[in-house]
């Protein structure tokens, strides 16, 4: 009989740390009760929120496959990625990541800082073999539900090489998470779809894209992220850096706008009654936190970065990503993949 999985928990990262990690954990060990998590961080505070949890009648007990390991430093928002990974050996991010690196863990979830969790998990766990950088991956909501992109911002510059070696991972990802796509159509991002445009490397790229095994569409500008045009958008992580803080800009626009118009009289206030129902479909069909859970892709072990910012909700769907790629074997079948691209 095999293991169960086991994800780590960095409960001390993000802004709220373990007021908002524990009880997420809590809430998916009760949803995977096949699962192991462990909570690492602080001991007073881990034991501390548990211990607040069952006073507040959240649960009788914490859950048997959930349990604690007692970290001593804390990786913070402003500490500089170089200076984390050289003296804090023992922070909750690091003995999460060592977990993953001792294949003691399937996983590792945390809402730390970005840049110093991208240093740490290269230096302990490694890149796959065949792939030369990690990138951020994720979901974005389009008309056929979501869209996965990448890179969001682990690479300021990408080779063409690079890039079509996200172009696979992104597929291989999208192929395992997702069940319904056998082969995801994969666009690389550029300023037009024409064949001349384009610079040399995403020329280059789109060359060797199109002689590959996966399902290559071709050129895709930036309104066909939201298409279903596309499973898989690749781009460097500069372009999609500022493209997801370009969409999270839009939506808090169009989010105030609608708030502003739908209060600016009495009768639009009365139209803001009937439209409820409409409202609130649409705010749960693009809510963010849905799509909370960034990967970590390429990395030697999966590592799920979650916003800083979640709440409880978002900070679960994180974990429950983790789970969902542990279960799926990804980190080997993209192994598998690249050895057959290559």
């Given at each position: ?89 023992d922070s909750s991010m ?219 909700f978002a ?28």
């Amino acid at each position: 009989m095999s293991a169960p999985l086991h994800i780590a928990i960095d409960a001390m990262s993000g802004d709220c740390g373990p007021s908002v990690c524990v009880p997420a954990a809590l809430e998916a060990a009760r949803a995977f009760p096949d699962v192991r998590f462990t909570l690492i961080g602080k001991q007073d505070d881990l034991q501390g929120q548990l211990k607040l949890r069952a006073a507040a009648g959240a649960a009788a007990a914490t859950p048997a496959n959930l349990s604690c390991l007692f970290a001593t430093q804390i990786v913070e928002m402003t500490d500089h990625p170089r200076e984390a990974l050289r003296r804090k050996k023992d922070s909750s991010m690091r003995r999460a990541l060592d977990l993953v690196k001792a294949g003691d863990a399937n996983a590792c979830v945390s809402a730390g800082n970005t840049g110093a969790l991208m240093a740490m998990a290269h230096f302990v766990l490694k890149m796959l073999p065949g792939v030369e950088r990690p990138a951020i991956v994720s979901m974005i909501p389009s008309r056929g539900g979501h869209t996965y992109m990448l890179d969001l911002g682990a690479n300021a510059s990408c080779t063409p090489a690079q890039l079509c070696q996200f172009a696979v991972m992104g597929s291989v990802l999208a192929a395992d998470l997702e069940g319904a796509h056998e082969k995801p159509r994969v666009g690389l991002l550029n300023i037009g779809e024409e064949e001349i445009k384009g610079n040399e490397i995403v020329q280059a790229a789109h060359n060797m894209l199109a002689t590959s095994d996966i399902n290559y569409v071709g050129f895709v500008e930036g309104h066909d992220i939201f298409s279903d045009k596309v499973d898989v958008v690749v781009t460097d992580g500069f372009t999609g850096n500022v493209a997801l803080k370009t969409m999270e800009g839009a939506a808090r626009l169009i989010s105030d706008v609608l708030r502003e118009e739908f209060t600016r009289s009495p009768l639009r206030k009365l139209g803001a009654l009937a439209a409820r129902p409409s409202l609130r479909a649409l705010r749960t069909r693009m809510d963010p936190r849905q799509y909370n859970g960034a990967t970590m892709v390429g990395l030697n072990g999966i590592v799920i970065k979650s916003h800083g910012g979640a709440d409880l909700f978002a900070f679960q769907r994180a974990i429950e990503v983790a789970v969902l790629e542990a279960r799926n074997g990804v980190p080997e079948r993209i192994t598998q993949r690249l050895g057959t691209h290559r």
